[in-house]
C-alpha cells in the first residue's frame, strides 16, 4: 500500500515562500502523475498544480508564475515550491497520485504578518 506524506508547511510572511515536499513509499514512483492539491479554511479542496511521469507540468491560473511542480525519482519525492506567498495562499496542501486513488495527510501552511 502506498503512502504519501507531505511536508514543509509552516507559517511565513507575505511575499515569502516554501518548499513543500510530498515522499512517496512505493514502488514505480516513477511511472506516476503527481497532483498537488489545496483546502483553505472553510472551502472547498482546489487543485493546485500537476506533474506528470515525463514531467509536463499543469498549473491553476491563480498561482501561474508563482508555483512550481517538480520530481525527483531517485527519491521518490515530488515537490512544490510556492513563491510570492499570500494570504489567499493559507491552506492544507495535500499531494495525490490519481493511478492510486491516494492522499497524504496535508501539510498547513499559514501566510500571515
Known amino acids: 500500500q502506498v503512502e504519501l506524506v507531505e511536508s514543509g508547511g509552516g507559517l511565513v510572511q507575505p511575499g515569502g515562500s516554501l518548499k513543500l515536499s510530498c515522499t512517496f513509499s512505493g514502488t514505480f514512483f516513477n511511472r506516476y502523475d503527481i497532483h498537488w492539491y489545496r483546502q483553505a479554511p472553510e472551502k472547498q479542496r482546489e487543485w493546485v498544480a500537476g506533474?506528470?511521469?515525463?514531467?509536463?507540468?499543469e498549473y491553476a491560473d491563480t498561482v501561474v508564475g508563482r508555483f512550481a511542480v517538480s520530481r525527483d525519482n531517485f527519491k521518490s519525492t515530488a515537490y512544490l515550491q510556492i513563491n510570492t506567498l499570500r494570504s489567499e495562499d493559507t491552506a492544507v496542501y495535500y499531494c495525490?497520485?490519481?493511478?492510486?486513488?491516494?492522499w497524504g495527510k496535508g501539510t498547513l501552511v499559514t501566510v500571515s504578518a
Open positions: 495525490n497520485v490519481p493511478a492510486l486513488n491516494s
Open positions: 506533474i506528470t511521469r515525463d514531467r509536463r507540468t
